[in-house]
């Protein structure tokens, strides 16, 4: 697996779908006179990909593009009407998946690698690159060793190369209750402090014993904010306005 920093991206034509008719999307589309984030991984639906790769690249877009960057692309030897599913099945509503179907691309990347053994014909060796008007500056890519190994390719480690000194956003989870007007108030809360979020609402197989279990009570909505216990929106709208008075 090369190292092609300092080199131009493949010139390539991607044939996507989109609205229900075809498009024809060059390198140059997205590269040229824009700073792009690409990670490429094996395949779609697949368990790394869908647990981990996808979904923290799609968490972290929003300080990525703070950070300079106009878009994030993952990249796999996937049609475009596998990718297009992966994508709405993850909500990666921050990531721009586009599909290599013939290899083309990972092939110019010197990346396509033969995983005959597990049915999967051609497909990309794991990694990530940062490329600045179609000139890769920085590549992660990861060790060849048996497997699928994933090490350097993630989101973190790029927004770390980006700008080391960058903040994560905490993950966010609120417990709720169809219903429940305090849950409707923590969430407009969040919404107005521009924090994503996760709903959880109580029903099966997620019920109030799993919710006396992990926070102690019975009551929603309960907010998790980065592994801490907030609490209910009162406990919720004290911790944001002193959050706020931090800030300042």
Known sequence: MDNREGLRVPEVTFRVRRDNAWQSISSDDIFTARTVVVFALPGAYTPTCSASHLPRYNELAPVLKANGVDEIVCLSVNDTFVMNEWGKDQEAENVTLLPDGNGEFTDGMGMLVDKSELGFGKRSW??????????????????????????????????????????????????????????????????????????????RPVTSRSLRAVSGRNTTPQVFIGGHHIGGADELERYLRTQQRSAA
């Open 126 to 203: 794991r990694y990530s690159m940062l490329v600045r008007d179609g000139v890769i500056e920085k590549q992660f890519i990861e060790p060849e060793k048996p497997g699928d190994p994933f090490e350097v390719s993630d989101a973190d480690t790029m927004l770390n190369y980006i700008n080391a000194a960058a903040r994560p956003p905490e993950p966010v989870t609120l417990f709720t209750r169809r219903g429940c007007p305090h849950c409707a108030r923590a969430q407009d809360l969040l919404d107005q402090a521009g924090i994503a979020y996760e709903s959880i609402e109580l029903a």
